[in-house]
């Protein structure tokens, strides 16, 4: 019953800059993932599997494209009879004529929407481009069962890699007593001393506390008006704030949660999936990954006759209406209507919706954008100053080519 009287309230209105030049026309949690799904189909996928059946997406940049996944892959999925509900809610301008100013102005321009959900006693935030599995069901019996006022999603992750995060200390019992922002040198956590416990960005509030702690930010003319930076040290200071240590459903040794915000992480969460034993399981029938698919003819590959090369693709993903017509793919991810033409070579690389790679190309170590049509003998990945010239290239060397530059 508990999940019945909860909102969720999923944040997926990030500019995505660090995600550039995938973010160029869409929001981050629109981009596409592992061949078929959007990013933002995680985090929908554990509310549906955690029971939760009221929810607000707040969009604010380039949300066109993630407007029309949602409305087309998710609206069905509710019983708007029983009242369930998804709602995409942009921003409005209700309490001034700013626009969002921080994740935490986000929900607080929003508050209206959230009182108005009859029967609601409990707030959940998310954020709409993290990859991971959770059942948010137990965190909020945790919540619940505590007394708490506010319950915050933590995870352990290496020392080397916390400084990007908000850093969570907390007692025996769970309850937090502090907490640093992104701090250069992170605090080695009480149980795992070459690990820091992190927030996940995961919070549960109790209705009214929310809406007192959100109005409470605005009225703070030093605010940056952001959940990690300015709600949760005040909260420690004059709130009952308890973590709740992460429970992965992934049913892997290692937990599984990763902020797919740079176009590494996304390149490597995508390359993961196609390993014979990925570490994020998408093949779990216990725990479904749901999203909207337009309807395609299924993949083919050609040719068998003897004389001609065949088509083949080895490693990877291949989804729907794709066609490798006498190529070779490997270790790859391609998504739904692509054309590998014959002659090619593609190693290491994501081709995004409807990419048709013209005859004798060579690519590797790419992320190629949808509607990208690339021209006869192209080729990406074997040197660093062409695709330079040409492309965007990450710090890390992996090459991004979009329409435009595609078609310069």
């Known amino acids: 019953m508990s999940m019945r009287q909860t909102l969720g309230v999923l944040l997926a209105g990030g500019a995505g800059e660090r995600l550039f030049p995938l973010t160029q026309n869409r929001a981050k949690p629109a981009v596409p993932f592992g061949g078929i799904y959007r990013v933002i189909d995680v985090t929908l996928s554990n509310c549906i599997n955690s029971d939760l059946r009221k929810i607000f997406i707040l969009t604010q940049y380039k949300a066109l494209s993630l407007n029309h996944h949602v409305r087309h892959g998710w609206f069905n999925v509710f019983a708007h009879d029983l009242d369930e509900f998804i709602e995409i809610i942009p921003p409005q301008k209700r309490v001034g004529e700013s626009w969002y100013l921080g994740t935490a102005d986000a929900v607080r321009q929003n508050l209206y929407s959230v009182n108005s959900v009859e029967g609601i006693k409990y707030v959940l935030i998310l954020s709409g481009d993290h990859i991971y599995k959770m059942d948010y069901s137990l965190m909020l019996r945790q919540h619940i069962d505590s007394g708490t006022e506010v319950t915050i999603s933590t995870i352990e992750i290496p020392i080397a890699e916390a400084s990007r995060f908000g ?5 025996s019992s769970g309850k937090i007593y502090g907490f640093q922002e992104k701090p250069a040198q992170p ?6 001393p070459s690990c820091s416990n992190v927030s996940m960005g995961i919070y549960i509030f109790n209705r009214d506390t929310l809406t007192q702690v959100l109005e409470d930010d605005a009225r703070d003319v030093n605010s940056s008006h952001d959940f990690g930076k300015d709600i949760i040290p005040r909260l420690i200071e004059r709130h009952r704030v308890h973590s709740y240590r992460f429970v992965d459903e992934n049913k892997k040794e290692a937990q599984y949660w990763l902020d797919v915000g740079t176009i590494q992480a996304y390149y490597d969460a995508n390359m993961d999936l196609i390993a014979v034993s990925p570490q994020f399981n998408l093949y779990d029938k216990s725990w479904p990954i749901r999203t909207y698919q337009r309807q395609y003819p299924p993949a083919k590959f050609v040719f068998a006759q003897e004389g001609k090369r065949m088509g083949i693709a080895v490693d990877s993903i291949v989804s729907s209406g794709c066609i490798i017509s006498g ?19 593609i190693d290491k690389s994501i081709l995004l919706s409807h990419v048709t790679i013209g005859r004798y190309s060579r690519i590797r170590n790419a992320i190629i954008d949808r509607d990208v049509h690339l021209s006869e003998h192209t080729v990406i990945g074997f040197s660093p100053e062409e695709d330079k010239r040409k492309y965007h290239v990450s710090e890390t060397g992996i090459v991004v080519v979009v329409k435009q530059e595609a078609d310069a």
Request: glycine fraction near 4%.
């Open 167 to 171: 850093i969570i200390k907390a007692d």
């Open 187 to 192: 605090e080695p956590s009480a149980r795992n």
């Open 327 to 345: 190529g070779r793919v490997v270790n790859s991810v391609l998504s739904p209507d692509v054309r590998v033409n014959s002659y090619c070579e």
